[in-house]
């Protein structure tokens, strides 16, 4: 077990070092962590870098259901009692992660009140932003899917300093991921680099007035948006 120097768990040294039922994978971009089907038998944590989740439909149409970064989970169905992977998770840009085997997660959960408290922090924010995710599909433009998804892979809204740029995504992705065509993505990001929202020099860098477009119905008054409140664009 990971311990401060008084004794105290640590759940963020238990997350970053070698141990029992843990280790530390470095991935190249391109490396797939597991694939659909595989057995469902440990907890991946992400130290650093990005990685997407895809699934394959029995028709073959493959869809992204979500990019992940530094402190986000990946493979929790595998404390659930999911027997198989039901999606393929590949590192889109060089990455960190922890594997730890689910026997080591269920023991640690029950020993460590710390870590249960981080885990389940991380569970409860998850589902806050898949329901959030459900929202802006069923009720909000494209063009409006497309800003918030940029901003909230740029972490735009999250605790600390934010990192606007973002690993090699292509607009295909991010097609899938709002639910619209190549054409109309490319459209939109175009629109938004002549307005001074994005720009792109190698790689995508988000500004925070990409806000305006999620914070005003009216995206023609874009130029005049407020946007001093970076949390509630991302809701």
Do not use: C, W
Request: net charge neutral; proline share 3%; charged share 20%.
């Amino acid at each position: 077990m990971a311990a401060r120097p008084n004794g105290v768990f640590d759940p963020k040294a238990f997350l970053a070092n070698v141990g029992e039922g843990r280790t530390i994978l470095k991935a190249l971009e391109g490396k797939v962590f597991f694939s659909q089907g595989d057995p469902a038998d440990a907890l991946f944590y992400i130290q650093g870098g990005k990685v997407k989740v895809t699934t394959l439909s029995s028709h073959g149409k493959e869809a992204v259901v979500s990019i992940l970064g530094p402190g986000d989970f990946f493979g929790e169905g595998s404390l659930a009692g999911q027997p198989l992977r039901i999606s393929t998770v590949t590192a889109i840009a060089d990455s960190s992660v922890a594997r730890l085997q689910k026997a080591a997660v269920i023991r640690v959960l029950h020993e460590q009140p710390a870590f249960s408290e981080l885990f389940i922090t991380y569970l409860l924010a998850r589902n806050i932003r898949m329901e959030a995710d459900l929202i802006d599909q069923l009720f909000n433009s494209s063009e409006k899917r497309l800003a918030r998804l940029l901003l909230l892979l740029a972490n735009f809204g999250k605790d600390g300093k934010p990192q606007p740029v973002l690993a090699k995504i292509s607009q295909e992705t991010l097609a899938e991921m709002i639910g619209t065509t190549r054409s109309r993505v490319s459209s939109f990001m175009n629109k938004f680099g002549r307005m001074g929202f994005i720009e792109y020099n190698g790689h995508l860098e988000v500004h925070s007035s990409l806000l305006s477009v999620v914070l005003h119905d009216d995206s023609r008054s874009v130029r005049d948006a407020d946007v001093s409140n970076f949390e509630q664009g991302l809701r």
